[in-house]
């Protein structure tokens, strides 16, 4: 019996034009949670006011409770989601006294329009009364309710790809307009983390990017090779179990299925080149990750080039390696914190 996330290919049903959900007919879900808790954190954080009596910026999303999903019928693509959101504000007036202050947003949904949102700003217990909260009430709540609408313009933009998928003909059926529905209960064919990429006969191609990073850390280059390649230190610094082979061609599971791949180059002490992805990319379809080490005295210098990044998962694959790879090392293993 395979493990769950293992890809095992008799658990897991894979969308293709091979007669497998032909024409779309079956009913297909993907569970998109995790990348909302990421893209609403994104959104949200750093959002900043200001007016005649200073400014105001979000600073903390300390609460994120519901789920979301996007459903394949007919091919017809239906979107879920329900959130209950609840941020921190730090206002700072002109002669710099600080405040601090909460937003919540209980009606995230599919259910409720953007206009309709029910945006609540208010001054944490104890602080004194400040023309501030007023200047969130007006124009901090316009700032949050564009960005909430925009995390649901990407949910829309950045998944109908994998989700309609090839017919038998060879062709990829237009998603039908949005229906505004309610919690839909079916009996849900489980599928693997996102469709599968179309073959080269099917006419889609994944438009993609690239970017790179540097980075200096505290340590010497033998020891940040291992980092990465050793699966006790790769534990460590994701605080959650994983799977790595550190041998070429040998694969990887992280960050709880999140993350898998492959190393295909190792150069010890200098170089790692993979193959990597997020769970919610198009099936088989990975980023090439290509870290260089060099050796500056007391410290290693740290390049990385990352090559095949579908457009759209740009920024929040460069933040996810800042936060939950060089950040995490950083405060795990205490190799010290320099940004370029």
Not at 64 to 81: T, V
Not at 235 to 264: P, R, Y
Request: charged share 30%.
């Amino acid at each position: 019996m395979a493990k769950w996330g293992e890809g095992d290919p008799r658990w897991i049903v894979e969308e293709r034009a091979d007669a497998t959900n032909v024409n779309n007919w079956h009913w297909t879900e993907r569970d998109v949670t995790g990348w909302s808790t990421d893209k609403l954190k994104e959104l949200l954080l750093g959002l900043r006011v200001e007016g005649a009596e200073g400014s105001c910026e979000v600073t903390d999303v300390p609460k994120l409770d519901g789920e979301a999903s996007i459903n394949n019928r007919k091919g017809k693509l239906i979107y879920f989601y329900e959130w209950n959101v609840t941020a921190t504000w730090t206002g700072t007036s002109k002669i710099g006294i600080k405040y601090k202050g909460n937003i919540e947003v209980p009606n995230l949904s599919d259910e409720n329009d953007m206009d309709d949102l029910d945006i609540r700003v208010s001054l944490c217990k104890d602080e004194p009364n400040t023309p501030l909260t007023e200047l969130m009430k007006k124009e901090g709540v316009k700032k949050v309710r564009t960005a909430l609408g925009s995390y649901v313009d990407h949910l829309k933009s950045e998944f109908t790809q994998g989700m309609i998928l090839p017919t038998v003909n060879g062709e990829v059926s237009k998603p039908q307009p949005k229906q505004t529905q309610a919690k839909v209960k079916v009996d849900k064919t489980q599928i693997g983390p996102s469709a599968s990429a179309p073959s080269p006969s099917a006419g889609v191609k994944i438009p993609t990017c690239k970017f790179s990073l540097k980075e200096t850390f505290m340590t010497s280059p033998d020891e940040l090779y291992r980092t990465f390649i050793n699966q006790d230190l790769v534990q460590a610094f994701t605080h959650s179990a994983a799977v790595v082979d550190g041998d070429k061609g040998g694969k990887f599971q992280m960050l709880n299925g999140s993350v898998n791949g492959e190393f295909t180059e190792l150069v010890p002490d200098k170089k790692i080149v993979m193959k990597w992805r997020f769970k919610t990319w198009p099936c088989e379809h990975y980023a090439t990750i290509t870290l260089k080490m060099k050796d500056q005295a007391n410290e290693t210098e740290l390049k990385l080039e990352c090559d095949g990044v579908p457009t759209g998962e740009e920024e929040r694959t460069r933040e996810g390696w800042k936060r939950y790879y060089f950040e995490a090392i950083r405060q795990t293993f205490g190799f010290g914190a320099r940004l370029y």
